[in-house]
């Protein structure tokens, strides 16, 4: 099978195309012949030699990916050859066969195609355990996401609006901020001008907001921790902005506040199939009623991954970008 391997740590020249055996399904998982896989900023830490491979799981990158059940192992049941699927899968996706836990498969919710549908596992996964199951966001509270106009950004955005909360969003351009606003967010902060805290505060009459789910760290936490309402959740999912911070204690213990945080791709497959059965209860229904959409800034042959690459690490995009395979 046709593939893109990294060649080793560095920029986005070290994805080479190249040709490997196509994998074999074990146990409980579906052979996938990909049409399309969605880039992810793991995937870039991943080239760079800063996220290590989870034990057993594939040295090529690619977390998500759509296209149709090919073989299956011995186990599988919920499945059969021909079936159009999107997953997650902790490797592997960057090529034209990927074996899947057949726990972390879903059907293609109707009316999609691979394409949009291989923009769905990793940010749907990880938005719902991380706003839903940790953060707690519950009927009628709020979510401050920080960083709204990326790709899971544009998940978190539209699934809270979707879920009848109110969301707010930084973006870093008064473009993106519109089209934070467009997908759901009653107002789109521009953190290169505005004060997050200051403006969540005034949109939330001094309250503040329930939940926020970050993907910066760093110097954003003491201001983070202003801008939760009382027992509100700060949820970390990245550290583009640094992985030290200074945390007022008496600020959490005063007001009830909880910190925590996840990485998803070393969980155990039990732990994902349980998002997964939630989301396809929950969130594909309003997928397919066009609730929430697929929001894909470009497609790329897989042979041009690097390219798909130097456009993720510009931050000029706007949602998804992913890889035609």
């Known amino acids: 099978m046709r593939c893109v391997e990294i060649s080793k740590p560095g920029g986005p020249e070290v994805l080479v195309a190249a040709e490997r055996p196509a994998p074999s399904p074990k146990g409980d998982e579906i052979l996938v012949k990909v049409a399309a896989a969605g880039v992810n900023r793991p995937d870039v830490l991943q080239r760079m030699g800063k996220y290590p491979v ?54 293609v919710p109707k009316g999609l195609s691979p394409l949009e549908a291989a923009s769905l596992p990793e940010t749907c996964f990880t938005v719902w355990s991380n706003v839903y199951d940790r953060g707690r966001l519950a009927p009628g509270e709020s979510l401050l996401v920080q960083g709204g106009s990326s790709g899971i950004g544009v998940t978190a955005i539209q699934m809270a609006a979707a879920m009848g909360n109110r969301v707010f969003a930084t973006a870093g351009s008064d473009e993106k901020c519109a089209a934070c606003v467009k997908l759901g967010a009653e107002k789109a902060i521009n953190y290169r001008t505005q004060d997050f805290l200051e ?35 700060l949820v970390f999912i990245a550290m583009l ?85």
């Open 199 to 233: 403006e969540i505060k005034a949109a939330t009459g001094g309250k503040g907001v329930n939940v926020i789910l970050d993907m910066v760290g760093g110097n954003y936490v003491p201001k983070e921790l202003k801008c939760l309402a009382d027992d509100g959740r």
């Open 54 to 107: 989870p034990p057993g799981a594939s040295d090529l990158p690619g977390l998500e990916i759509a296209g149709e059940v090919f073989a299956l192992a011995s186990s599988v049941t919920k499945f059969k050859i021909g079936d159009k699927v999107c997953a997650l899968v902790s490797g592997g996706g960057y090529a034209e066969y990927c074996a899947a836990p057949e726990a972390q498969a879903l059907p």
């Open 241 to 325: 902005g640094g992985s030290k911070t200074e945390l007022d204690i008496n600020e959490v213990m005063r007001r009830r506040l909880v910190v925590t945080g996840s990485t998803l791709r070393p969980r155990p497959i039990e732990f994902k199939g349980a998002i997964a059965r939630r989301l396809k209860e929950v969130i594909w229904p309003l997928i397919e009623a066009g609730k929430i959409k697929p929001v894909i800034f470009k497609t790329f042959p897989l042979a041009q991954a690097s390219e798909a690459h130097k456009l993720m690490e510009s931050s000029q995009h706007i949602g998804k970008i992913v890889l035609e395979v």
